[in-house]
C-alpha cells in the first residue's frame, strides 16, 4: 500500500504555544488529505478535509482559527493547532488518498500530542 | 443514533475460533465500507473495504454486507494473539465510491485468548 509519513510522532509543548503537524504522501500523489483527532477509548473523529490548492473543510464544531490546515503540494498537508491547550492533547492523525481514481485511504502513524 | 455503530466489547475469543465483528450504519446511501484493525497508540491500519453486498473474503478475514438491513460485519477465521487490537468499522456515507470522508463507529476491542 501507499506509505503516508506522518512528523512528528510526539509532542510535549506548553499550554499558549503552538505546534505543527506534518502529513507527507511518500509515493504518490494526494490531492485530499483528512485530519482526525482521537481521545483515549474514543473513535477517529474527522476534524478536517484539506485539499491541494484550497480552503480546507471544516467539521461542525472545529475551530478553523485554532487548528490552521495547509496543503500547498499534491504531497504535503500540515495541521497547527495554536494556542494549545491542555484540552487539545491528543491523538492527531492524517490520511491521504491517492489522487485520481478510486483508492482508499492511507493514514499516517498518527501524532500524540500532550499540552502541558 | 450514532451514523455508524458497534458493539465497544471487549470480545474475547478463544485462539484458533471464528471472531465475529457487527458493525451497522444509518446512511442508507451508504457505497463504500471499511474495516480498520487499530493497535494501542498505533494509528489505523486497513484490513478490507467491501461495496457489494454479500461476502468478500481475502485470507482468514471475511466481510459481508447486507445493504437492505444496513449491517457489515468482519469474521477473523483461525483467531490469533496477534489479531487482538481494535476493529474500527468506517462507512463513506457521502454514496460516492471510494474513501472520501469516513465516519468510523466507536470500535470494536478484540482478544485472542491463547
Known amino acids: 500500500g501507499a506509505v503516508v509519513s506522518q512528523h512528528p510522532s510526539w509532542v510535549i509543548c506548553k499550554s499558549g504555544t503552538s505546534v505543527k503537524i506534518e502529513c507527507r504522501s511518500l509515493?504518490?500523489?494526494?490531492?485530499?488529505m483528512f485530519w482526525y483527532r482521537q481521545f483515549p477509548k474514543q473513535s477517529l473523529m474527522l476534524m478536517a478535509t484539506s485539499n491541494e490548492g484550497s480552503k480546507a473543510t471544516y467539521e461542525q464544531g472545529v475551530e478553523k482559527d485554532k487548528f490552521l490546515i495547509n496543503h500547498a503540494s499534491l504531497t504535503l498537508s500540515t495541521l497547527t493547532v495554536t494556542s494549545a491547550h491542555p484540552e487539545d492533547s491528543s491523538f492527531y492523525i492524517c490520511?491521504?488518498?491517492?489522487?485520481?481514481?478510486?483508492?482508499?485511504?492511507?493514514f499516517g502513524q498518527g501524532t500524540r500530542l500532550t499540552v502541558v | 443514533q450514532k451514523e455508524v455503530e458497534q458493539n465497544s466489547g471487549p470480545l474475547s475469543v478463544p485462539e484458533g475460533a471464528i471472531a465475529s465483528l457487527n458493525c451497522t450504519y444509518s446512511?442508507?446511501?451508504?457505497?463504500?465500507f471499511f474495516w480498520y484493525r487499530q493497535y494501542s497508540g498505533k494509528s489505523p491500519e486497513l484490513i478490507m473495504f467491501?461495496?457489494?453486498?454479500g461476502d468478500k473474503e481475502d485470507g482468514r478475514f471475511t466481510a459481508q454486507l447486507n445493504k437492505a438491513s444496513q449491517y457489515v460485519s468482519l469474521l477473523i477465521r483461525d483467531s490469533q494473539p496477534s489479531d487482538s487490537a481494535t476493529y474500527l468499522c468506517a462507512v463513506n456515507p457521502g454514496g460516492i465510491q471510494g474513501a472520501q470522508k469516513l465516519v468510523f463507529g466507536q470500535g470494536t476491542r478484540l482478544t485472542i485468548n491463547p
Open positions: 490520511s491521504a488518498r491517492v489522487t485520481g481514481g478510486f483508492t482508499e485511504a492511507f
Open positions: 446512511d442508507r446511501g451508504s457505497q463504500s
Open positions: 467491501i461495496y457489494s453486498n
Open positions: 509515493d504518490f500523489q494526494a490531492t485530499t
